[in-house]
């Protein structure tokens, strides 16, 4: 079991940066990837970026490319999205995943924490 736990959403203005953080617990956090997705109202949940289980590694969408960074600290446990010129467009609930078992399947997921990007 996984237990993941995000923090830094908040309301800013088009153009601000933000950092949201995301605690992991439960198993050696440093054995599997990690990833973030969002979901805006109304429309399905997405993938934004991911990074394999050092960090040495990471993609993203087309939509974030540029603008969003993905890191991770093992030392705390935590993975980050750093993200920089936000847009309207960015407002979501974003979520932590965790790829415990398969590269390719979500197998935990956060609970989620709003980002609202105001013009």
């Known amino acids: 079991q996984v237990q993941l736990v995000e923090s830094g959403g908040g309301l800013v203005q088009a153009g601000d940066s933000l950092r949201l953080s995301c605690a992991a617990s439960?198993?050696?956090?440093?054995?599997?990837?990690m990833g973030w997705f969002r979901q805006a109202p109304g429309k399905e949940r997405e993938f934004v970026a991911k990074t394999n289980w050092s960090g040495s590694s990471t993609y993203y969408a087309d939509s974030v490319k540029g603008r969003f960074t993905i890191s991770r600290d093992s030392a705390k446990n935590t993975v980050y999205l750093q993200m920089n010129v936000l847009k309207p467009e960015d407002t979501a609930v974003y979520y932590c995943a965790a790829y415990v078992y398969n590269w390719e399947r979500v197998d935990y997921w956060g609970q989620g924490t709003q980002v609202t990007v105001s013009s």
């Open positions: 439960g198993r050696t956090f440093s054995s599997y990837p």
